[in-house]
């Protein structure tokens, strides 16, 4: 599985920005797909996740209710829909991937992730 995040860009505080996150080489139906952010000096966290198995999400505590995780699977692409941005989401947002192989809720936790795409930066600023 290939995946291309895009979106990502320069927005102020209070801000709206869409990440895609489009996968190739393979359709995403028993795939978990996630999205993670790592700012400058932390370590990636993640942020969001869909199971398409259950039709489940999962948001952390810093972004439920503004943050809002989609998919189109006509297209095989992951959206992010970020709302009410804050200078602390400035990051670099990632997607990825991994197999499901029974029902169950989306995890966020990165080592289980097999499939990454390339980042989008974020940047929150005035």
């Known amino acids: 599985v290939q995946l291309q995040a895009s979106g990502g860009g320069l927005v102020q505080p209070g801000g709206s920005l869409r990440l895609s996150c489009a996968a190739s080489g393979s359709t995403l139906e028993n795939y978990a797909i996630g999205w993670f952010r790592q700012a400058p000096g932390q370590e990636r966290q993640g942020i969001s996740c869909?199971?398409?198995?259950?039709?489940?999400?999962r948001y952390s505590d810093s972004v439920k209710g503004r943050f809002t995780i989609s998919i189109d699977n006509a297209k095989n692409t992951v959206y992010l829909q970020l709302d009410n941005l804050k200078p602390e989401d400035t990051a670099v947002y990632y997607c990825?991937?991994?197999?499901?192989?029974?029902?169950?809720?989306?995890?966020?936790?990165?080592?289980?992730?097999?499939?990454w795409g390339q980042g989008t930066q974020v940047t929150v600023s005035s």
């Open positions: 869909y199971t398409n198995r259950d039709k489940t999400t």
């Open positions: 990825g991937t991994y197999l499901t192989y029974y029902s169950g809720n989306c995890r966020l936790t990165e080592q289980i992730y097999d499939y």
